[in-house]
């Protein structure tokens, strides 16, 4: 998994993996070395060599370790949060967790085209 997470920050910043390195101060030669071998897996990356990649692809750590692609867009989307709407997120899920009616009910809600949202969403709160 944090293969494919690297991969993928990396090339949302547009970054080559000679870049990359090379940002994180490894040097342009060694560091595109050493990105390729991290993310085909061959070198397990060290905490120090992490969170500097992390700063440098502006992702938490968190991001690039998360156990699958579900919870590495959720933590990604808490980092882009301000701290109100981390607030009321961290209250909200698990709610939603030990509801999973209307969590279902909210991903059909999410699911309609956005004209027919602010229909559905009042038609879900007045039911509840």
């Known amino acids: 998994m944090f293969a494919a997470r690297l991969i993928q920050a990396r090339q949302l910043r547009g970054l080559s993996q000679r870049a990359l390195g090379d940002r994180m101060g490894l040097g342009k030669d060694k560091g595109s070395s050493r990105i390729n071998r991290y993310e085909h897996q061959v070198t397990a990356i060290g905490f120090d060599n992490l969170d500097t990649l992390a700063k440098v692809l502006d992702v938490p750590v968190s991001y690039l370790l998360a156990d699958d692609a579900a919870m590495a867009d959720a933590i990604l989307a808490l980092s882009q949060a301000d701290e109100a709407q981390r607030n009321g997120l961290a209250m909200l899920i698990p709610a939603l967790v030990q509801d999973p009616t ?27």
């Open 102 to 128: 209307l969590l279902s009910k909210l991903v059909k809600l999410l699911q309609l085209p956005k004209r027919e949202q602010p229909k559905a969403l009042k038609a879900l709160v007045e039911k509840n």
